[in-house]
């Protein structure tokens, strides 16, 4: 596989559930993000890590738990979400410094 | 308050009707203004990445030009497949590794 892969792609949860959303990478990059799309919003950055270390956290609510496991995993721990966290979530990666961000194609996320 | 603002919103064109997209921003200290093409249900696809005002770059029909406040997206005889979600995304000086300030893109519709 090449590039960002994200799953799943569709995810529906309920409120009390907990899940969690998986990104990999497969272009050397050391450093990982996750974005939310919400329709008619701008890409909003949720989180940042840089070499396995996390280097911002955009005030996302505690419900959202990042982890990133080495540099080429991330992974979005979800619960008790709320009907507004239904977005798009994309994973993204880049080298360093540079601006080369790669994304993944997302995961559609709908809260019931 | 958006710092990136692309017009217009939407923007149908007939296959060959060249087009411009604009992409104004207001933060200081530009370090990077980054082109993205997205199809639906994916994630944002890199197109183009400019540094400095008076700095152009071309790709097939696209055509990507940078001054001191705003970019645009020229895009010559566009054909069906052309038809993407254009979003801009610029990098402030001084800004966290990843910090990307998105606009909420253009809609464009090519039709033959």
């Known amino acids: 596989e090449t590039g960002v892969t994200q799953t799943p792609r569709h995810l529906v949860m309920g409120m009390t559930n907990k899940k969690s959303l998986k990104c990999e990478q497969h272009l050397g990059h050391n450093a990982m993000y996750w974005y939310k799309q919400s329709a008619k919003k701008p890409l909003e950055l949720m989180f940042v890590y840089n070499f396995k270390e996390q280097t911002e956290n955009n005030s996302v609510p505690s419900r959202f738990s990042p982890e990133c496991p080495n540099s080429s995993h991330l992974f979005l721990h979800l619960h008790t979400l709320q009907p507004e966290d239904s977005a798009l979530y994309l994973c993204a990666s880049s080298q360093g410094g540079t601006e080369d961000y790669t994304f993944g194609s997302g995961t559609r996320l709908t809260v019931v | 308050e958006d710092q990136v603002t692309q017009s217009p919103e939407a923007l149908r064109l007939q296959e060959g009707e060249s087009s411009s997209l604009n992409c104004s921003y207001t933060v200081s200290g530009l370090r990077g203004l980054f082109w993205y093409r997205q199809d639906p249900g994916k994630g944002p696809e890199f197109l183009f990445t400019l540094y400095s005002a008076g700095e152009e770059k071309e790709k097939e029909r696209l055509k990507a030009t940078l001054t001191k406040k705003e970019s645009f997206l020229h895009i010559t005889a566009p054909k069906p497949e052309d038809s993407a979600t254009y979003l801009c995304?610029?990098?402030?000086?001084?800004?966290?590794?990843?910090?990307?300030?998105f606009g909420r893109g253009t809609q464009l519709t090519v039709w033959p």
């Open positions: 995304a610029v990098q402030a000086g001084g800004s966290t590794l990843g910090r990307l300030y």
